[in-house]
């Protein structure tokens, strides 16, 4: 019973971490199949966890499901998440500048940021912040965005966090560094310009 709860577990940490990949792209980024089968995954990938932690009770002690349980929301996704990106059943984090010489996560980000400071004039710029990451992440709990605001002091710092939730540490060094290296606008000088 053990080691099919295990299986099991590791089963869903699969299947939800592809769900939870495609769910934060933007629609049109969206695998086919996602769009088709996502529900389905995401119902299989509940079922296959909650009797996984069943399994993993019954053949232990409720210590044990607590275990697997806190491996399963805390370390797997950091095993699951960067194998799906490298067998391409998700999208890598694309770091690489478009045709204007902008970087969509990055871009994005910026954009969010900047229809935020419209919509909601003379907040500061921690509020400002916070409504970028949420409106980024709306899967995500309020507390859990409060504390990726606490780690960050401007926008530069939000695009690194949000370069880390979708990519690792990887993605958020890359994202350092193309902001490091990010060309000025002509017009005002900000490398980090959605206005001009």
């Known amino acids: 019973m053990f080691v099919a709860g295990v299986v099991l577990v590791l089963l869903a940490s699969v299947l939800l971490s592809w769900y939870a990949g495609h769910a934060r792209l933007p629609f049109a980024e969206r695998a086919l199949g996602f769009h088709r ?21 019954g053949s232990t002690s409720f210590l044990g499901a607590v275990i697997a349980g806190l491996t399963y929301f805390f ?18 984090l694309d770091l690489t500048a478009d045709r204007k010489g902008r970087v969509p996560i990055l871009s994005a980000m910026e954009k969010y940021y900047f229809e ?3 919509r909601y004039p003379g907040r500061t710029e921690m509020a400002y912040v916070f409504l970028t990451l949420r409106a980024r992440y ?9 504390e990726i605001v606490h780690k960050c002091t401007s926008l530069e710092d939000a695009m690194v966090e949000a370069a880390r939730i979708d990519a690792g ?15 000025t606008c002509s ?4 490398p980090l310009c959605y206005g001009c």
């Open 116 to 118: 935020q400071r419209y």
């Open 138 to 146: 709306i899967e995500k709990p309020e507390d859990r965005i409060w």
């Open 37 to 57: 089968f996502g529900s389905v995954v995401l119902g299989i990938g509940i079922t296959a966890l909650t009797v996984g932690l069943g399994l993993i009770w």
């Open 75 to 92: 370390l797997l996704p950091q095993v699951t998440l960067p194998l799906l990106r490298g067998l391409g059943a998700l999208p890598a």
């Open 187 to 190: 017009k005002c000088g900000d």
């Open 169 to 183: 540490d990887g993605g958020a060094a890359e994202a350092r560094r193309v902001l490091e290296t990010c060309p």
